[in-house]
């Protein structure tokens, strides 16, 4: 069979990776594919940064056009990020009858409809493995191995980055800037890791897992998404007091009303085995009906881990590329006929625990004055800390978790417990789950 070819628009991090492991691999990958995958063709605009990479392997050039029209190439691999130029090179590669694989979760999760769209029209594979939880094969967990189930929910740390910062944080007490410095040269980062910080990169995420397992459209506008920005050193520390650790989750849920779309800092329990993911390491925790909770563990990001992923897809693409494009695997799991618009809840009506700390002075009836407040909107408290003053101090932080209550309960609480003469300043509200 004559071997599939391949044009890969950005040889940053991912692109390179994934020109270096198809190079060393060859013959296994030819083994699985039935076929051989050829790079024809890169663009990249630092054009001498590239061929230095593929050396006299294949042509290189700076306009990714020259790739997209090219009537030699079957598969494009766009890894060179944003909306913009990498909108326009998906959908012209589609419009051309090329089959896409994309790394990239930022232009899915905002524009994944509309290429879907164009590519069911022109019979065409989109692929995106990489794009969520890099070399973890969750995409293909969602869409094929857990087709079987009803999706309850999912809870994934499905940013590098950030659980790195979170980590080297907590274990050698580094500071944030120094961190997030070597989460960059790692090439962890996000070109503006902004994205990674202020949680957008992983609601990109949780949109795409989100419309895979309950078979709606990608809708990142309606994600709720908090980052690390905000936490506090203390509270990390207060939660493992209390036997929880701090990470950033993606979470979907189906609710009797809706869909939870949520990214923010979660307390977990400790002994969870989805705490003790560490570093860069991404674990995706899926619970479905028929066969419980299932949970995925790997590196999301990084260059090979990265390429592992863009490679899976290649491979399957030279497979299927034959196949009535009427059988192949939808790419959001559910055939286009069986989405469904169930919509997305708002934050207010989202139902999670909480841990709240907040200053209070030192005296007497303070907190018979919050947990009155709490019991009043039937918020139930699960566990109590009270720091001890320092000497001399007439101020004291205390750390109530609480049982499940609405988002809008909760915050009706707080806002009276802040107009309480005793307590000083604003409460810190952070979310809790046990997750299993
Ligand atoms: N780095 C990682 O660990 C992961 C990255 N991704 C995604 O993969 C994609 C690529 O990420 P990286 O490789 O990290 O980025 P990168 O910044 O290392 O590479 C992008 C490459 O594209 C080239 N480029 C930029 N504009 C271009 C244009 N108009 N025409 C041709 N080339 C152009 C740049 O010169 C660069 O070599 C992004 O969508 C990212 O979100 C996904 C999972 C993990
Ligand atoms: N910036 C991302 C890279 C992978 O998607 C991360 O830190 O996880
Ligand atoms: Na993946």
Request: proline residues 4%; aromatic residues 4%.
């Amino acid at each position: 069979m004559k071997p599939v070819k391949v044009g890969i628009l950005g040889l940053g991090t991912v692109g390179s990776g994934t020109f270096n492991v198809l190079k060393r691999n060859q013959k296994e990958i030819r083994g699985r594919a039935g076929r051989g995958i050829e790079v024809a063709m890169v663009a990249d605009r630092d054009v001498e940064r590239a061929r230095k990479i593929v050396g006299g392997d294949c042509e290189v050039v700076s306009d990714g056009n020259l790739v997209v029209n090219n009537p030699d190439i079957d598969i494009v691999v766009e890894l060179i990020g944003g909306y913009d130029v990498a909108k326009d090179f998906v959908l012209k590669a589609i419009a051309n009858g090329k089959h896409v694989v994309t790394a990239n979760k930022a232009l899915l999760a905002l524009h994944g409809n509309e290429i879907f769209q164009a590519a069911q029209e022109k019979k065409v594979i989109v692929a995106f493995e990489a794009a969520v939880a890099g070399g973890i094969p969750i995409i293909k967990a969602l869409r094929e191995g857990l087709t079987a189930n009803r999706i309850e929910w999912i809870a994934g740390i499905i940013n590098g980055t950030t659980n790195f910062i979170l980590s080297e944080m907590r274990e050698k007490g580094l500071d944030f800037d120094t961190v997030l410095k070597e989460a960059q040269a790692l090439g962890y980062a996000e070109a503006d890791p902004t994205f990674d910080i202020e949680g957008y990169d992983a609601a990109h995420k949780v949109t795409i897992m989100s419309a895979l397992a309950f078979g709606i459209p990608v809708q990142f506008n309606k994600a709720h998404v908090e980052g690390i920005n905000k936490l506090n050193a203390i509270d990390i520390k207060y939660a493992e007091q209390l036997g929880y650790r701090i990470k950033l989750l993606g979470i979907t849920k189906r609710m009797p009303d809706g869909i939870e779309l949520r990214v923010h800092p979660t307390l977990i329990p400790a002994k969870r085995l989805i705490a003790n993911v560490e570093g860069a390491m991404n674990a995706v925790l899926v619970n479905s009906d028929a066969v419980g909770a299932t949970l995925y563990y790997g590196k999301g990001a990084g260059s090979e881990p990265t390429a592992s992923a863009v490679i899976a897809d290649l491979v399957d693409i030279a497979r299927l590329e034959s196949v009535n494009p009427e059988h192949r695997v939808p790419p959001l799991a559910f055939q286009p006929d069986a989405m469904k618009n169930t919509p997305v809840l708002p934050m207010s009506e989202v139902t999670t625990s909480y841990y709240l700390r907040m200053q209070v002075k030192d005296q007497p009836g303070v907190l018979a004055e919050i947990t009155r407040i709490l019991a009043d909107l039937n918020i139930s408290i699960d566990a109590f800390l009270q720091k001890e003053p320092q000497e001399g101090e007439t101020l004291v932080d205390i750390i109530i978790l609480t049982h499940l209550t609405q988002e809008k309960n909760m915050d009706a609480a707080i806002e009276k417990v802040e107009n309480l003469s005793t307590v000083m300043g604003k409460v810190t509200k952070i979310r809790l789950e046990e997750l299993m």
